[in-house]
């Protein structure tokens, strides 16, 4: 009986010891923030508002920016499972229609990425001064990129993602205001002026994750 | 009766408005954390442990790292109320005690820092996914830099600050692992060896305000 109970402890131990351990986490399949990007060399910088669903496989980003002393603006609508995405432009009211060859990437750490460590943001000692993070690294062999991703520990939410990719630099981006949920569906929807005639398609497109999507 | 009862509802909106900005904040007194530091030009990469007694004005660094490919190391306690600081080497039991012309100045955010954004780090869609942060701006005349400062919104606990001084570059200090309080007070207390023949005493030091004290 005693065996037993000691044997109980050990075990139930053991497998707490492996629940504490970071787990290669998804983030929630309804998620919109907002990120800053840094672009190589610092000469570009993007404010993007996103939205990211994970079940129907579409992501839509407006991103406002500077590269240089150009401005750069863009809407884009991905719709992963209908292999296609949206350029649109509002103001006069028209679309590209591109095709998107890339398998749709949920944002989660890759399996084989490594955990390097844990850290808090701010602090724990009084409620809501910190934030626990995991920072894991890795590389893409498809992106020809080395990568390093800091996400919650609890929530599995990104805050930070580094990129750097061969020959093309470093790409940073800074998660914030991020909400679990879609506030907004009818963003996930092409307009209707995308369905007129003035729809322009195109059959270059090219995209690959979550991540690589925003760049 | 019912005019007094709408003023006092008017005012009471206007004070809770008030108190709802983001004011300028001190950090708590006593602090230990880490922080990384990327000096210019990211040739060097710098981490360091910290503790921090704004009551009796003392200030401990640990830091480690890499000036290009040279290791760098150094250990810090500096006394500001005793105007001196010690550079101390364990190895060899030894110190080099200096002197310190700078007042001491508190972690906090300058009266004369503009608040430019408040924004949540991860998610405030369920408990502990998020961290809701302010971020200042502003300059020093004195140091001759601009700075950009976030500190959390509750208990005034820095995240990141970068600090650009005119033709030197860009310092930015990432914060981690903060805890309220200080762990180990003796380390706040110069080493017996210091107080020995081996001390060499110098007249040249010279150090500012928390964050560049840091640098």
């Known amino acids: 009986m005693q065996a037993a109970l000691v044997l109980?402890?050990?075990?139930?131990?053991?497998?707490?010891?492996?629940?504490?351990?970071?787990?290669?986490?998804?983030?929630?399949?309804?998620?919109?923030?907002?990120?800053?990007?840094?672009?190589?060399?610092?000469?570009?910088?993007?404010?993007?508002?996103?939205?990211?669903?994970?079940?129907?496989?579409?992501?839509?980003?407006?991103?406002?920016?500077?590269?240089?002393?150009?401005?750069?603006?863009?809407?884009?609508?991905?719709?992963f499972r209908e292999k296609v995405y949206y350029d649109i432009i509002y103001h006069n009211k028209t679309c590209t229609k591109n095709s998107l060859d890339a398998a749709f990437v949920p944002i989660a750490i890759p399996f084989d990425a490594k955990h390097r460590a844990q850290v808090v943001l701010g602090s724990l000692s009084a409620p809501a001064e910190g934030l626990l993070v995991n920072n894991w690294v890795g590389s893409d062999a498809e992106i020809k990129a080395n990568y390093s991703l800091t996400f919650t520990e609890f929530g599995c939410i990104p805050v930070v993602t580094l990129y750097h990719i061969d020959g093309?630099?470093?790409?940073?981006?800074?998660?914030?205001?991020?909400?679990?949920?879609?506030?907004?569906?009818?963003?996930?929807?092409?307009?209707?002026?995308?369905?007129?005639?003035?729809?322009?398609e195109r059959r270059d497109g090219k995209a690959t994750n979550f991540f690589t999507a925003l760049l």
Not at 19 to 36: F, I, N, T, W
Not at 56 to 61: D, G, K, N, P
Not at 181 to 196: E, H, N, Q, R, V
């Open 8 to 79: 109980t402890v050990i075990l139930s131990s053991l497998l707490g010891a492996f629940a504490q351990k970071p787990h290669h986490c998804k983030s929630p399949p309804y998620l919109q923030g907002k990120l800053a990007v840094d672009f190589p060399e610092g000469k570009t910088m993007v404010y993007e508002q996103f939205y990211y669903d994970a079940l129907e496989e579409r992501i839509r980003v407006v991103a406002a920016g500077k590269e240089g002393e150009h401005d750069v603006f863009m809407d884009r609508l991905l719709l």
């Open 168 to 200: 093309v630099g470093h790409f940073l981006s800074s998660f914030f205001d991020m909400i679990i949920g879609i506030g907004d569906p009818s963003a996930l929807i092409p307009p209707a002026f995308c369905f007129s005639n003035n729809t322009v």
